[in-house]
Every structure is written in structure tokens, then in C-alpha cells.
């Protein structure tokens, strides 16, 4: 694996020029990267993530005036940014540029998902390359998000011409995407900034729709380990590892999410420690009852889709 300098922007930046891919660090999660032009590098993303093609991927900006050079902002979106960005909020807008993002990117839509990162190297990274770089979460398809340099290598490292390793993110969960395109904004995927924040700023805000296509993260499996994960568990049985809230029982394989009971904490260790658990081969994954408000939104949702019920 040492053919990659984790420390080398300048080889990131040619290598997405070039239309390689790039394991990119973000606040949130590692994405894997591509220039969000050129269709060829796209559907390298596809592939190496094996994800379905009707997924569309958000495209990332070193800033506001970045964005608004691919996609129509309105006063919501400039009020957001403002709030927002550089930072873990993604936006839903009509395209206004669809050289810039490729239509494989947007799986065809007329609509983008754009979003400018709060880490230094992938800003680094942008505002060297110029153009806007399409990243998904840099696991294979359905698998729990990489949130350290070694877990996005071992995922989809093998597809990667160049990587930077930024350290551990400090979010740990994916950004919240919020549609702005009729009159209500929708909430389509719960992530790092809350429901509340964006509704001291926006109002009250539209769920989304049932279309799985439309609803980002929506499958049925998604951040799945291998082994089975049980929700709402007070208590670890036989065989099964357990990730603690708060009070943690005494048993074998217990990993703790935060021991002072914080959503924030918890967030940062959701996705290292549900891989962690899953490394013990347990027979389940136990989780603790997480409480659903501020981050807990986001964290409940996507321990939900590691369960493989519907959010
Ligand atoms: O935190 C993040 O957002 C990470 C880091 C790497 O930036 N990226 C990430 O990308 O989570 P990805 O591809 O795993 O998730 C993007 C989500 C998908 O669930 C997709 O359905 C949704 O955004 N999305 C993208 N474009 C969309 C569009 N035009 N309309 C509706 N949803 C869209
Ligand atoms: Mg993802």
C-alpha cells in the first residue's frame, strides 16, 4: 500500500486532474474522489464503491462562490452557507452548470448536491484543483462509513491513484442533506448539523419522500458490519458484542460509544467502533438506546439502516 503518500496534496490534486481517484479526508467521513466533470472518473466511483448507479453523488466546493457556480442558490441556500459552511451540510438545488458535475454524478437529475467541507486538506485540495470533486463516504457499498485513513484504504484504497490521511474525523457521521427545491426545505438524510439548527433558520422542515432514489442513504442495508445488528438493547446475550451508551454492563466485548453519555462523542466513534465490534465476530452487534434528539437523529438513522430496517 505504500505506492500512496498520505502526506502529498500536490499528488492528490494531479491525480484527480488526471481523472484518478483520490481517498479524501472530510470532517464527516473519508470520501473517495473524483473530478465531478469527467464521466470516466465518476464511473470509476461507482465501481469501486459498487453502488447503484441511480444514487447520485454530492459534488464538493471550496466555497460559497464555488457552489454557486454549479448549482441556482437561492436566499435559503445563501443564509445556510453563511450558518453552515465550510462545515457538514449538503444542499439539494436545480443544476445551473451540468458540464461542471457530469450527468452520471446527478444519475441524471436536474438537481445537485453540493456541499464545501470543513477540513483543511480536502479544502486544500479544492481550492488547488479548482473544480468541483464528487465524495462519496469511501466504503463499498452498504458497508459502515470509513471515518480513519486505514479503514477508507482497506474499503476502496485498491481503486485509489493518490489518498491523504487527515486523522480521524472529528464528526464521524455523514452530512446532513437538505433539499431546497419547492416551497418547504426537506430533510433528506439526518446528519452532523440538526433538525433544530436548520429549523431555527428555515422553519419547520418537509420529511422526505418514499422514493428510495429521491431519499439519499435510503436503502434498506446501509452502514451494514457483517454481523446482525439489534437495536434498543439494554444488555448484551451470549456471543454478542455490545456498544454502550452511558452505563456500560460488565461482559466480554463492550465498546463504548461514550461513557459521559455524548451524542457528539458517540457520533466521532459510531462507525470505528460498530467495525471494531463487528471484528470480534460476534453474533450480533448489541446497541444501547441512543436518545433521538440533536446528533442522536443521525445517529438512530443510521444505526436503523446497519439493522436493516426502514428509517
Ligand atoms: O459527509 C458526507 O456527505 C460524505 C463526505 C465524504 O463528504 N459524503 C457522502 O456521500 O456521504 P454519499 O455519496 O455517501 O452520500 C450522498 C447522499 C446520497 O445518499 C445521495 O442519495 C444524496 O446524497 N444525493 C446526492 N445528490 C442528490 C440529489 N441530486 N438529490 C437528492 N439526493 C442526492
Ligand atoms: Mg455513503
Given amino acids: ?20 481517484l483520490v481517498i479524501l479526508p472530510t470532517e ?81 437529475l436536474d438537481t445537485v448536491a453540493v456541499r464545501s467541507p470543513a477540513h483543511p486538506l480536502a479544502l486544500e485540495t479544492l ?8 465524495a462519496p463516504s469511501a466504503n463499498r457499498s452498504g458497508r459502515p462509513s470509513p471515518t480513519t485513513f486505514a479503514d477508507a484504504m482497506e474499503e476502496t484504497g485498491v481503486s485509489a491513484g493518490a489518498g491523504l490521511d487527515g486523522g480521524p474525523c472529528a464528526v464521524g457521521v455523514e452530512s446532513t442533506v437538505v433539499a431546497l427545491l419547492g416551497e418547504r426545505p ?53 456471543g454478542e458484542a455490545y456498544l454502550a451508551f452511558g452505563l456500560a454492563p460488565q461482559a466480554r466485548q463492550v465498546f463504548q460509544l461514550s461513557a459521559a453519555g455524548d451524542l457528539r462523542e458517540a457520533a466521532a466513534r459510531l462507525f470505528t467502533l460498530l467495525r471494531a465490534a463487528d471484528a470480534t465476530t460476534p453474533t450480533a452487534i448489541a446497541v444501547a438506546p441512543i436518545p433521538d434528539n440533536g446528533l442522536g437523529e443521525a445517529i438512530n438513522d443510521r444505526l436503523r439502516r446497519a439493522a436493516g430496517h426502514v428509517g
Avoid at 61 to 71: H, L, M, P, S, T
Avoid at 127 to 134: A, E
Avoid at 198 to 209: D, K, N, R
Fill in 1 to 20: 500500500m505504500c505506492r500512496i503518500d498520505p502526506n502529498d496534496v500536490g499528488a492528490a490534486v494531479a491525480a484527480l486532474a488526471a481523472g484518478r
Fill in 186 to 238: 426537506r430533510l433528506l438524510r439526518p446528519g452532523a448539523v440538526t433538525r433544530e439548527a436548520l429549523e431555527e433558520l428555515l422553519g419547520p422542515l418537509g420529511e422526505a419522500e418514499g422514493h428510495a432514489h429521491h431519499s439519499p442513504g435510503r436503502l434498506l442495508r446501509h452502514y451494514a458490519p457483517r454481523a446482525p445488528v439489534r437495536l434498543e438493547a439494554t444488555a448484551p446475550r451470549p
Fill in 127 to 134: 481550492r488547488r484543483l479548482g473544480r468541483p470533486v464528487v
Fill in 28 to 108: 464527516t467521513v473519508y470520501g473517495l474522489a473524483a473530478a465531478a466533470a469527467d464521466p470516466v472518473a465518476v464511473a470509476a466511483v461507482f465501481e469501486a464503491k459498487g453502488r447503484p448507479r441511480f444514487n447520485p453523488l454530492i459534488a464538493h466546493v471550496a466555497d460559497v462562490d464555488a457552489a454557486r457556480g454549479i448549482a441556482l442558490f437561492d436566499p435559503r441556500a445563501e443564509r445556510l452557507a453563511k450558518a453552515f459552511w465550510p462545515g457538514p451540510l449538503t444542499f439539494v438545488l436545480p443544476i445551473a452548470d451540468r458540464d461542471a458535475v457530469c450527468d452520471l454524478a446527478r444519475a441524471g
